[in-house]
């Protein structure tokens, strides 16, 4: 019985001084912390084009006083998130509500092109709903668009006319078009009413 004790006692010890002599250090220090390694690339959910959109109804309101900034990075982001929410009719209400065609009204003569073409765009996608054609038309918005018709950049006057095709599906919207706009307007009035015809 005292043999098979010493016999145990002997083969714990020899255990123990094999598990100590292969880790040189005592357990819970480490001889390096680690590192986290940051990537140079954007994570692949980032568009670094668009604006951040707030929640709720702080968005459209962020947005609008981003459309307002002097610095064109900005403003040319603010316009890119726009188009992406004006898809939306609940949106473009809101939007018009909250003061966001007189600030697009005013980006309308914007130096940079493509203010003017984002600006636009955002204004035909608002004219594809019923609610943004109406708030067009209260808003004076066929005047201001009326500056663009000669402007030097394509997109600008394509986004330009699928505007004024979808405002002249209102009859308030032809009547406004021949109500001394211009001949000109009128004329492009006439043209988009005849291809909105059924």
């Given at each position: 019985m005292?043999?098979?004790l010493w016999l145990a006692d002997t083969r714990r010890l020899h255990a123990l001084s094999f598990y100590r002599g292969s880790f040189s250090k005592p357990f819970g220090r480490c001889e390096k912390m680690a590192h986290a390694?940051?990537?140079m690339y954007m994570p692949p959910d980032i568009d670094p084009t668009k604006a951040a959109i707030a929640y709720g109804c702080r968005a459209l309101s962020k947005l609008n006083e981003e459309l307002q900034s002097r610095d064109l990075l900005t403003r040319q982001k603010a316009l890119v998130a726009l188009c992406d929410l004006m898809h939306d009719p609940e949106y473009v209400y809101e939007a018009i509500n909250i003061g966001c065609l007189e600030s697009l009204k005013t980006l309308l003569q914007d130096d940079d092109n493509l203010?003017?073409?984002k600006t636009t765009e955002v204004l035909y996608i608002m004219a594809t709903h019923y609610v943004g054609r109406v708030g067009f038309l209260?808003?004076?918005i066929i005047q201001a668009l009326s500056l663009l018709l000669s402007d030097h950049q394509t997109l600008c006057r394509e986004n330009l006319h699928q505007a004024y095709k979808h405002l002249a599906q209102l009859p308030k919207g032809r009547v406004v078009s021949h109500m001394g706009s211009g001949r000109?307007?009128?004329?492009v009035f006439c043209f988009c009413s005849v291809c909105a015809r059924p």
């Open positions: 005292g043999q098979a390694r940051i990537s203010v003017r073409i209260k808003h004076d000109r307007l009128s004329a």
